[in-house]
């Protein structure tokens, strides 16, 4: 048997040799062929290759004019010594500000927002709470006073504290809605609600704003995002990723209930003066989701797979503007000739 098969490579083994080194060859030449970039079959690409291609998909956005928004002062924020709030609006605004709001109540409230009942004046939203609160102060703000307004609980009250954890009630509730009842027509956004963290001594965590929520006209409740931005250049040179204050911090809103799921950018965020982080070259202009940091430029974000700041997957990314699009538009073009 061995024979017989030994005698038989004998006879066919010039055509043998000849198979087996055209095979060699031509899978040499597939490879070389495939290192220079040349369409050769998946399988001998490398893997990193085929991971590039696939693109990060775009998020559509809608923008929205937002006639509201309210920052906390820093500085020493206490139950017992009141809060300083700075509202900046576009129209004349009533703050009111409610102390001891319940957790439970709120979250009815902005439900019933959703089936019906618009929350666009403090009676409404009073009466969605069912006046689950401890306390109430309103503001009247006039139309792009930047002026700063302390609320404070009454000094009778006798409230230190709210209590260990888990808590029933949010320190403080502050609502700004539109004081005019004919500016409601112009604004999609009727009403924002910032519930907003204030140290104590049964929970020590800094004073801060927890959660801001716009809320439409349509009935739609938007959460209103911080992005996370350089606040200049050189900090950003060389380091992986600088500590969380230093971020200067621009706010988007994200629509949640949407199944479009839209963006809304704040007005006036147009230009930037940052560059990207990874040519240095070009503006930052996009946000990767769903760690939003804003460190990109459009031609780089086709680049990661992952983000450069905080190595999260990035499963969406929106531009900020799309004027830095149509200018990178131009300068490839310029390259190309
Ligand atoms: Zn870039
Ligand atoms: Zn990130």
């Not at 070389?32 to 991971?51: C, K, Y």
């Not at 946000?287 to 031609?299: E, K, N």
């Not at 780089?300 to 797979?305: L, N, P, Q, T, Y």
Request: hydrophobic content about 35%; overall charge negative; aromatic content about 8%.
């Amino acid at each position: 048997m061995a024979a017989v098969f030994l005698v038989m490579l004998y006879e066919y083994s010039p055509l043998f040799y000849i198979t087996v080194v055209s095979i060699c060859f031509l899978i040499t030449a597939a490879m070389v062929l495939g290192w220079f970039g040349f369409d050769v079959p998946v399988i001998l690409r490398s893997s990193d290759d085929t991971e590039l291609s696939l693109k990060i998909p775009e998020k559509r956005m809608v923008q929205v004019k937002n006639p509201f928004a309210l920052e906390m002062v820093s500085g020493a924020s206490s139950v017992t010594g009141g809060v300083r709030l700075r509202p900046r609006c576009l129209e004349s605004c009533v703050l009111t500000c409610y102390w001891g709001c319940a957790v439970q109540g709120l979250q009815e409230a902005l439900q019933s927002h959703q089936h019906g009942v618009r929350i666009s004046t403090p009676h409404k939203f009073e009466e969605a709470l069912h006046s689950d609160y401890q306390h109430h102060q309103t503001f009247l703000v006039e139309q792009g006073d930047p002026s700063e307004r302390l609320s404070h609980l009454p000094a009778d009250s006798g409230i230190r504290d709210l209590g260990f954890l888990p808590r029933v009630r949010y320190p403080l509730v502050a609502l700004l809605t539109l004081a005019e009842p004919d500016v409601r027509e112009l604004y999609e956004i009727v009403a924002n609600v910032t519930v907003i963290h204030i140290t104590d001594d049964k929970y020590r965590l800094t004073s801060r704003i927890l959660y801001q929520y716009l809320l439409t006209a349509q009935g739609h409740v938007l959460d209103l995002k911080q992005l996370f931005m350089s606040a200049d250049d050189q900090s950003w040179r060389g380091v992986s990723e600088p500590p969380e204050e230093e971020q200067q911090q621009r706010k988007e809103e994200e629509e949640e209930r949407r199944e479009e799921e839209p963006d809304l950018q704040e007005s006036g965020s147009g230009e930037s003066g940052w560059d990207c982080v990874v040519c240095q070259n070009a503006p930052v202009n996009r946000v990767l989701l769903p760690c939003r940091h804003t460190c990109l430029c459009d031609g780089c974000v086709e680049r990661f797979r992952q983000c450069p700041m905080c190595r999260a997957f990035v499963l969406e990314s929106f531009a900020l503007s799309h004027h830095f699009t149509t200018n990178r538009q131009e300068l490839e073009g310029l390259a190309g000739e």
